[in-house]
């Protein structure tokens, strides 16, 4: 009797340990499914966050948030964690595509600027933390455009027919045109969509391309003299060959864009991204992901770990003066309605 006691007790423990990491909780299979912007996490970061966790990382990309919010609809995305920008978040809440915080499991969340937390679209921070921020501008080859290039509407001379790259996303395209006009990438006043839309419909013949995957390498290869972009791929470019590109916020303004972690609510793997929202957040690791992929960070605890020449450089980290001039983008409601329509014809033109 004693014996058979024995070895229930021992199958009972050895069920414990590889079944359970709390009493009636399965544990987590030891993986993370991450869908993220391109170019923008570090496979080093990935290789010290797999081999201090045991956690492996799946990454997949998107290339707009609108592509981010579809996948999410269909209902087939199997992902834990997702950085989308501002607005966006403030969709997938109002949606309930993603899950609250457990802010008690991100102790590095006390290294983010408060200049980026608890902003309009996620008060409290109840459901995002800031990962990344930067600004969408123009990157130029300055051996091709001896020009000044200042605004916006450069991309609209006919002179550069046929070597205009676009982001291939919808708002970032009607804030180019929003903006060149002198209006809010906000605005949901009808006029001033129809406007927009007629510009970058005029516009469509000098486009070469629309990509927000490869802008960046298409400039580099010559196959565009002008390229609206994000800015960290951009002023990495810059950077690489100053004598020959150069990135810059048009006058106007442009799109200053935080984007942010969130946890979906089909999350499967809920305590690997918290504690991958962690290990991003601490400095030494924040610090080798800007200098990565050449955006700015909200965590000020990472300032000091971050090349020089980074922090220096006014086309990752601008001016307050450019800032002033910025906007994040807002969700549109109703409005984004007649956007895609426009969109849609733009696009088929």
Same mark, same amino acid.
Not at 173 to 180: H, P, T
Not at 301 to 315: G, S, T
């Given at each position: 009797?004693?014996?058979?006691?024995?070895?229930?007790?021992?199958?009972?423990?050895?069920?414990?340990?590889? #079944?359970?990491?709390?009493? &009636?909780?399965?544990?987590? @299979?030891?993986?993370?499914?991450? +869908?993220?912007?391109?170019?923008?996490?570090?496979?080093?970061?990935?290789?010290? /966050?797999?081999?201090?966790?045991?956690?492996?990382?799946?990454?997949?990309? +998107?290339?707009?948030?609108?592509?981010?919010?579809?996948?999410?609809?269909? &209902?087939?995305? @199997?992902?834990? *964690?997702?950085?989308?920008?501002?607005?966006?978040?403030?969709?997938?809440?109002?949606?309930?595509?993603?899950?609250?915080?457990?802010?008690?499991?991100?102790?590095?969340? #006390?290294?983010?600027?408060?200049? =980026?937390?608890?902003?309009? /679209?996620?008060?409290?921070?109840? +459901?995002?933390?800031?990962?990344?921020?930067?600004?969408? #501008?123009?990157?130029?080859?300055?051996?091709?455009?001896?020009?000044?290039?200042?605004?916006?509407?450069?991309? =609209?001379?006919?002179?550069?027919?046929?070597?205009?790259?676009?982001?291939?996303?919808?708002?970032?395209? =009607?804030?180019?045109?929003?903006?060149?006009? !002198?209006?809010?990438?906000?605005?949901?006043?009808?006029?001033?969509?129809?406007? %927009?839309?007629?510009?970058?419909?005029?516009?469509?013949? *000098?486009?070469?391309?629309?990509?927000?995957?490869?802008?960046?390498?298409?400039?580099?290869? !010559?196959?565009?003299?002008?390229?609206?972009?994000?800015?960290?791929?951009?002023?990495?470019?810059?950077?690489?060959?100053?004598?020959? =590109?150069?990135?810059?916020?048009?006058?106007?303004?442009?799109?200053?864009?935080?984007?942010?972690?969130?946890?979906?609510?089909?999350?499967?793997?809920?305590?690997?991204?918290?504690?991958?929202?962690?290990?991003?957040?601490?400095?030494?690791?924040? %610090?080798?992901?800007?200098?990565?992929?050449? +955006?700015?960070?909200?965590?000020?605890?990472?300032?000091?770990?971050?090349?020089?020449?980074?922090?220096?450089?006014?086309?990752?980290?601008?001016?307050?003066?450019?800032?002033?001039?910025?906007?994040?983008?807002?969700?549109? #409601?109703?409005?984004?309605?007649?956007?895609?329509?426009?969109?849609? @014809?733009?696009?088929?033109?």
């Amino acid at each position: 009797m004693k014996k058979i006691i024995l070895v229930l007790a021992c199958l009972i423990a050895a069920v414990n340990l590889v #079944g359970c990491d709390k009493p &009636g909780a399965p544990r987590e @299979e030891k993986v993370l499914n991450l +869908y993220i912007w391109s170019e923008y996490l570090p496979q080093s970061v990935l290789d010290k /966050f797999t081999q201090r966790t045991g956690i492996k990382v799946n990454v997949d990309n +998107y290339d707009s948030n609108e592509t981010l919010l579809a996948k999410l609809r269909s &209902g087939v995305a @199997e992902y834990d *964690l997702c950085v989308p920008s501002d607005y966006m978040v403030r969709v997938l809440i109002a949606e309930k595509l993603i899950l609250p915080i457990d802010h008690a499991k991100v102790p590095n969340l #006390g290294n983010i600027d408060a200049r =980026f937390l608890s902003r309009g /679209f996620d008060p409290g921070n109840r +459901y995002s933390v800031p990962y990344l921020w930067g600004t969408t #501008g123009l990157g130029y080859n300055k051996q091709q455009v001896t020009e000044p290039v200042e605004s916006w509407k450069i991309v =609209f001379d006919k002179k550069y027919a046929g070597k205009v790259l676009l982001l291939d996303d919808m708002r970032e395209c =009607f804030a180019v045109a929003l903006k060149s006009m !002198g209006k809010s990438l906000n605005s949901t006043d009808p006029a001033d969509l129809e406007a %927009a839309a007629k510009l970058l419909m005029a516009q469509k013949e *000098l486009v070469k391309t629309y990509n927000s995957n490869d802008f960046d390498n298409i400039l580099a290869a !010559g196959d565009v003299v002008l390229a609206h972009g994000y800015n960290g791929q951009l002023a990495k470019l810059a950077a690489k060959e100053p004598a020959k =590109f150069a990135y810059v916020v048009p006058k106007e303004g442009a799109t200053q864009a935080i984007d942010s972690l969130c946890i979906l609510a089909k999350a499967k793997h809920s305590e690997a991204a918290l504690a991958f929202i962690n290990f991003v957040h601490e400095p030494e690791i924040n %610090a080798e992901i800007v200098n990565g992929v050449h +955006y700015a960070s909200p965590n000020t605890a990472a300032r000091k770990f971050i090349h020089a020449d980074i922090l220096n450089n006014a086309a990752i980290y601008p001016s307050e003066e450019t800032l002033k001039q910025c906007e994040t983008m807002e969700d549109l #409601g109703e409005a984004t309605q007649a956007m895609d329509r426009y969109w849609t @014809e733009i696009k088929a033109k």
